[in-house]
Every structure is written in structure tokens, then in C-alpha cells.
């Protein structure tokens, strides 16, 4: 939950620099790719072993979630900058590590469309999409993300739990392009795909911020206050806090809280 709080502490310091969010949500989709990761290869192997149970009416299924496995290597490999020019020698048996996060997110991109083209139509392909879209978000391909993004959202499951994820990078590319109705959009989906977890919330958290970078504050501020009352507990929640607390400061009008789902019950049974 931390890895989002971050983000904002540096917003905090530079309140009016909302049209560098991008950078922000670049860094904030590096930290997080490991997580993202570990869910995909959960995905892969729990897909693996219901493909193996087909496994004579459909091969490729099989083969291509080995193959994804391999295309995700660059992923593993550590990043680490040259000292002084030179890069450090590895383990004996260990591939060299990345001069640099760019390095590692073109091989990756380079890996991942190979094996799109070479395993097309199967679920692999499907998934391999969203860290393909992550690595071209990075590298500054925010049409090619897009349309990565597009791509595993057509052939994921609608209760697929990485739809939301998915979601989230269609938003942040869209806003990098200043493409606003259209990252609205997305983060708007993207709070109805998340229903918990570590993404809850953060759609409408989202949402406001790029209201925010439109102008619309007081808009704004009606979807801030929300958040702690429905996600309470929740990174959104305390980002959405820290927000309301900014706009405050700059003489938005911030309305009241909604009541707790509790004491609204609560209320109507009186």
C-alpha cells in the first residue's frame, strides 16, 4: 500500500504540477511491477494445469504458457547501473543484469511481441498484453500501450482480477497523451472492474485527479470525500485525504462526507 503514498508525497510538494503525473505513474508502475508479475505467473499456472487436463484437444495452450514463462525472463533480471562506466561482472551462469530500466523494458517489450505473434489467438497472448502495455507505458508508447491494454482486455475473462490493472495503465496512458474524457473513462471502468483489494478505490481516486488537472475541483472534491467512506482503510482512501486536505488549502469548497453505509442503515431503520 505504501508504493502509491509515494506518488503523492511528491505531489504534495509541487501541487500545481499536475501535468507531470505521468512521470509519476510511470515510477509508480515500475514499483509495482513485481506484484504485477507474481499475479501472472499464478495466472500462468493455474491456467497450465487446467490446460493439462485438455491437454490432446488443445497443445498450444500448454506449449505457449511454457513460452510466455520464457518471454517474462527479462522481468527476473536484476537492474543494475554501471559504476564509473563499468558494468559488474555477474555469478558464473548468470546473465548479465540491465544498465538500466529502459534497457530492460525494450527487451521485455521485444520478447513479449515474439511471442504475441508466435502464440496468437491463444490465452497466453491474452495475457501477455498487460505486461507488454506496462513495458510501451514506460517507454513512452503510450498509442502501442493502449492498444496492448485493449488487447487483454478483449480476451480476459470479465471477472479476470487483472482487468482493473489493465484498466488503470489504459488511464495513465490516455492522460499522458492529455487525452482527459478518455482517461476518465477508463478509470471510470476501472473502479467498476475493482472491488477490492489493493486497487480499490483507486479508480475514483483517479478520476479526480485528472478532474483536477481539468479544472473541475469542486467536481473534484465530491468524488475525494467519498472515497475514505467507501474504501476506508484503503490507499485510496488516505491518498484521497491528503487531496481533499490540498484543495482546502487552495480554497475549494469541500462538501461533507457522506454517512458511513452503516449508519445509514442505521438511519432509515429509525
Partial sequence: MANPEKMTQRELKQPDA??????????????RQSAVLTIVVLLLIGGAIAAVVSYFSDKGEVEAAKQLGLALE?????????VEGVQPTPPPGEKPPYESVRKQDEALE?????????????????TAALPLGKAQYRLGKHAEA???????????????????????????????????????????DMSKASVGGYLAGMGEYHRARILIAQGK?????GLLVKIPVDHANSAAARLSTERTALLAAEGVKIPAP???PSATGQDGGA
Fill in 258 to 260: 457522506p454517512a458511513p
Fill in 74 to 82: 527479462p522481468l527476473e533480471r536484476p537492474v543494475v547501473p554501471p
Fill in 146 to 188: 493502449i492498444a496492448s491494454f485493449d488487447a487483454f482486455l478483449q480476451g480476459a475473462a470479465d471477472k479476470d482480477p487483472l482487468r482493473a490493472d489493465a484498466l488503470e495503465g489504459r488511464g495513465y496512458a490516455y492522460e499522458a497523451q492529455q487525452k482527459y474524457d478518455e482517461a476518465l473513462k477508463a478509470f471510470e
Fill in 110 to 126: 521485444e520478447a513479449l511481441n515474439k511471442f504475441r505473434t508466435d502464440h496468437a489467438k491463444t490465452q497466453s497472448a491474452t
Fill in 217 to 221: 475541483k469542486e467536481e473534484a472534491a
Fill in 18 to 31: 499536475f501535468q507531470r503525473v505521468g512521470e509519476d505513474a510511470r515510477e509508480w508502475l515500475i514499483e
